[in-house]
């Protein structure tokens, strides 16, 4: 059985930093990817990665803030985020996709985690 399960998330200051990890059981994907769900609004890309971590992908609202790596050895993919802002807040899902092409189109992800609180504070 598949399972994805994130965790870190929780209530930072604007500025501050987390780092999100998504725990993958079952089996390894090609394709790991993160999205955010803020109140109010519908489910957006925020970055993804190759199996092998030589590509990475970012929306363009966190470029040069977050970062996304995994370890395939522990089959744990993570997101590094610096320099929160309070348009940050969300719950944040990791997503996993079976094809060797990264992608940031939402359908293209068959798995996905549970999601995890985070907030960002002003």
């Known amino acids: 059985q598949v399972q994805l399960v994130e965790s870190g998330g929780g209530l930072v200051q604007t500025g501050g930093s987390l780092r999100l990890s998504c725990a993958v059981s079952?089996?390894?994907?090609?394709?790991m990817g993160w999205f955010r769900q803020a109140p109010g609004k519908e489910r957006e890309f925020v970055t993804t990665i190759s199996l092998n971590g030589d590509y990475t992908y970012y929306a363009e609202s966190v470029k040069g803030r977050f970062t996304i790596s995994r370890d395939n050895v522990a089959n744990t993919v993570y997101l590094q985020m610096n320099s929160l802002k309070p348009e940050d807040t969300a719950v944040y899902y990791c997503?996993?996709?079976?094809?060797?092409?990264?992608?940031?189109?939402?359908?293209?992800?068959?798995?996905w985690g549970q999601g995890t609180q985070v907030t960002v504070s002003a």
């Open positions: 997503a996993a996709r079976r094809w060797a092409d990264p992608s940031k189109v939402e359908n293209k992800y068959g798995y």
């Open positions: 079952g089996r390894t994907f090609y394709t």
